[in-house]
């Protein structure tokens, strides 16, 4: 129900925009994250947004460099990265739920590469 894209092999200080399409149009009150894992590390939240408000809540780490959003019309969340880093590499992932850490949807994920 979930499908990101946008992943590949940037430069460090490029930036990137993921997208998460949705198979419908998710309910107002439905929260959808980004989350990402590095090999060898745990799974790590980035930024969540509530799909009818669009309010956003960030991990600290990610404040002021990453940028969630979503559109109501495409159905369709974003994360705009920018000044990526190499300890950016990672899969990316969006879920979705009632809440932050309670999903019901999780994408397939998309690699992001920085390359040094």
């Known amino acids: 129900q979930l499908a990101e894209s946008g992943g590949g092999l940037v430069q460090t200080g490029d930036s990137l925009t993921l997208s998460c399409a949705t198979s419908?149009?998710?309910?107002?009150?439905?929260?959808m994250a980004w989350l990402r894992q590095a090999p060898g590390k745990e799974r790590e939240f980035i930024a969540a947004?509530?799909?009818?408000?669009?309010?956003?809540f960030y991990a600290d780490s990610f404040k002021g460099r990453f940028t969630i959003s979503r559109s109501k019309a495409e159905n369709t969340g974003y994360l705009q990265m920018n000044s990526l880093k190499p300890e950016d590499t990672a899969v990316y992932y969006c879920?979705?739920?009632?809440?932050?850490?309670?999903?019901?949807?999780w994408g397939q994920g998309t690699q992001v590469t920085v390359s040094s």
């Open positions: 947004i509530r799909w009818g408000f669009g309010n956003s």
């Open positions: 419908g149009r998710p309910f107002s009150s439905t929260t």
């Open positions: 879920a979705s739920g009632r809440g932050i850490g309670d999903y019901n949807h």
